[in-house]
């Protein structure tokens, strides 16, 4: 069964930092883009980054470039979300989903995880 | 502010046929795929439809997605209770460089 695993969430402080990871199975992890996605609490879903299956091209929303850091371990079959200096607005649950497509144009995310909750509180 | 523009709400009755809009600009669906996501109460986002008109497997043929130009539009026939949820349109940008998201359009079945 194909499946996306997220874990690490929980609560961070304004200015601090925590790590997402997110554990793939049931499909070649190292063939596949992958992504980070948010959602705020009653709020609609935000892109949060992508990275290519060979780390070549890495993309960040402008909301989180320069705080956030997303890499992958092809050999752990594993993505992960580095979050530096913290902000209220970036509470969320982040999911972690598979990307695919033969080009940007056709680009589309097919596998998602079922989240892991953020809360950026003091 | 999301850069693809969706009414933030729809409803429909048992067995009727609603569409659900979503309008962009040439740098996102005048140029590129679109694709929608379902997302049930309480659960994370599903691939509905992708490549504009596209079905995964095991969605059903009531769901269907069409795109013109600038605009894309989600249609839902023979509406179920169990469809009530949001739905999110989405396409890659090429000046952001990245995934754009409508703002949702949560669907009530009456």
């Known amino acids: 069964e194909v499946q996306l695993v997220e874990s690490g969430g929980g609560l961070g402080q304004p200015g601090g930092s925590l790590r997402l990871s997110c554990a793939a199975s049931g499909f070649t992890f190292s063939n596949y883009f992958m992504n980070w996605v948010r959602q705020a609490p009653g709020k609609g879903l935000e892109w949060v980054s992508y990275?290519?299956?060979?780390?070549?091209?890495?993309y960040y929303a402008d909301s989180v470039k320069g705080r956030f850091t997303i890499s992958r371990d092809n050999a752990k079959n594993s993505l992960y979300l580095q979050m530096n200096s913290l902000r209220d607005e970036d509470t969320a649950v982040y999911y972690c989903?598979?990307?695919?497509?033969?080009?940007?144009?056709?680009?589309?995310?097919?596998?998602w995880g079922k989240g892991t909750t953020v809360t950026v509180s003091s | 502010q999301s850069v693809l523009t969706q009414p933030p709400s729809a409803s429909g009755t048992p067995g009727q046929r609603v569409t659900i809009s979503c309008s962009g600009s040439s740098s996102n669906i005048g140029i590129n795929t679109v694709n929608w996501y379902q997302q049930l109460p309480g659960t994370g986002p599903k691939l509905l439809i992708y490549?504009?008109?596209q079905r995964p497997s095991g969605v059903p043929d009531r769901f269907s997605g069409s795109k013109s130009g600038t605009s894309a539009s989600l249609a839902i026939s023979g509406l179920q209770s169990e469809d009530e949820a949001d739905y999110y349109c989405?396409?890659?940008?090429?000046?952001?460089?990245?995934?754009?998201f409508g703002g949702g359009t949560k669907l009530t079945v009456l």
């Open positions: 490549s504009n008109n």
């Open positions: 989903a598979r990307g695919t497509g033969a080009s940007y144009s056709y680009y589309y995310m097919d596998v």
């Open positions: 990275i290519s299956s060979s780390t070549s091209n890495i």
């Open positions: 989405a396409a890659w940008d090429d000046s952001l460089n990245g995934v754009i």
